[in-house]
């Protein structure tokens, strides 16, 4: 089978950029580089010949290491959805585009996981493999995270184990792996791992890559009884990173975990574990007598995630200091000139938004490049540099707003044909 066809699962996820495009990107991205590094014009412009004459030869151009650490920090600077992004310059970059086996990515990531933890004051890190080239796609991750519970679905009964990891683990399991956990509801997945060649593979995580928390209540045993448990280190493996045109399907990233993301969404949605009635008979709560029995719940249930992580020492952030957090990003960006992209609906917290900050900030996600994304079809779409901070010529903001209109016009189309 041809690996160019579209039927490729990655293929149909990357972006889809003519060459005028690829270079538009290339050169935004480069000079964007040698500004903030405060490098010189002779060298930026050497950089841009030898950048656009191997684009023209072989649609690919090379990133130098600091071309790809400063891309993987500018792409955390540009995460509309990351309400963490204060500390964007201290990220870790890992350069690993020669690791292109299965076998060699998963150690890699499991030295990446192990780096982390650091002991339980994670550091953010981020570990970048080799990059589509001229069309051909490399080996990539397929798991949503590194670390991540498996969900079986049982006939008559409801879902062990988390139901968003229903397909992966069928997958897996598909493949020969069969688990094994003393506690069904957090079994930890393998990794799974596509090749180039589009086989799958799952690699076993050791126990030294993986830390985990057990939630207690420091005043109400009865939540402890639960015997609810987290991870420690939320690794995203599956999303595509774009860098000066150039995708890279394979580069795990992580930082640390604010605590609502854990307490309000995994445990408490309904999608998820749906914990909450369960706690609410902890607190001998009565949903049909008291109609705020959802939010001594979750009171409850973040009080026991933020104790458990800070008792573990396990570096972890609440809602209200990372509001706080994100509105001194702000304020650093607009004092470069930069306006930051974001998306409300992700920077407001899902417990107590009225009182944070950033529920009254306007906000605009205007899809800066480099960034991450999911799916062409979806924010791939979107994406594109950003002259907000460079003087130009006053009709060409005008221009560039028609220009990606018509972008994003042709994009949808060819989706729909495709």
Known sequence: MDRKTTSDPLRRRLRRLRNSERKEEATAF???????CQLSDAECKARL???LRDLKRHRFYELSPQELAFGARMAWRHSSRC?????WESLEVFDCREAKSPETIAANVFGHLKGAWNGGPIRSIISIFA???DGELPAYIESNQAIQYAGRLQSGRPIVGDPLNLEITRIVEGLGWRGGSEDPRFEILPLLIRDARQRRSFHELPKEAIQEVRITHPNIPSITDLGLRWYAIPCVSSMIMSIGGLDFPCAPFNGHYMGTEIASRNLADQRRYDVLPQVAECLDIHSKNNPLWKDHALLALNEAVLHSYENAGVRMTDHHSESKRYMDFVERERAEGRQPAGDWSWITPPQAG??????HMRME???PVPNFYRDRGTDGKFLRPDYSDVDRWRHAHRWDRLRYRWR???HQRDGLRK
């Open 30 to 36: 480069i000079r964007r580089f040698h500004r903030e």
């Open 49 to 51: 010949r030898v950048a």
């Open 83 to 87: 309400i963490g992004r204060l500390g």
């Open 131 to 133: 990059p589509v080239r």
């Open 354 to 359: 009225p009182s944070c900050p950033v529920f």
């Open 365 to 367: 996600d205007h899809h």
């Open 408 to 410: 994003r016009w042709r």
